[in-house]
């Protein structure tokens, strides 16, 4: 039996550039097996941004309904995230707070001014 060669890229339907298979997202199909679709990556990212922009108000209405629907889901998200990228989020604050001294003492004075009137003992 001859063995069935798999194309290794394709053409993008919208920038026409030829990239490898992994530069698109793929479809599966019912029988089992995969279609990868017509637009790379980088242009159905770019075609999301650009409705996200055009739409800004339809697309922050339907985010927050659905944070407001699913909070939970949201909060397991989100720990999911930061633990996938605590390290960065570490570096980042850690970095903030150098070169903000002032504005970090102060969201650290109202933090606890918050936290005890939340909380008086």
């Known amino acids: 039996m001859?063995?069935?060669k798999v194309e290794e890229s394709k053409v993008c339907n919208?920038?026409?550039e030829e990239k490898l298979l992994s530069e698109f997202h793929t479809i599966p199909l019912v029988n089992g097996g995969i279609h990868f679709r017509n637009k790379c990556k980088d242009c159905r990212r770019a075609a999301a941004r650009a409705y996200s922009k055009k739409h800004r108000e339809a697309c922050l209405k339907r985010t927050n309904e659905w944070r407001k629907n699913n909070p939970e889901r949201r909060?397991?998200?989100?720990?999911?995230?930061y633990k996938k990228n605590a390290k960065s989020r570490i570096a980042y604050s850690t970095n903030w707070i150098k070169n903000n001294p002032e504005k970090h003492r102060?969201?650290?004075k109202t933090y606890y001014i918050r936290k005890k009137a939340l909380n008086p003992e």
């Open 2 to 4: 001859s063995e069935i």
């Open 106 to 108: 102060q969201y650290t």
């Open 14 to 16: 919208e920038c026409f």
């Open 75 to 81: 909060k397991e998200l989100a720990r999911k995230w």
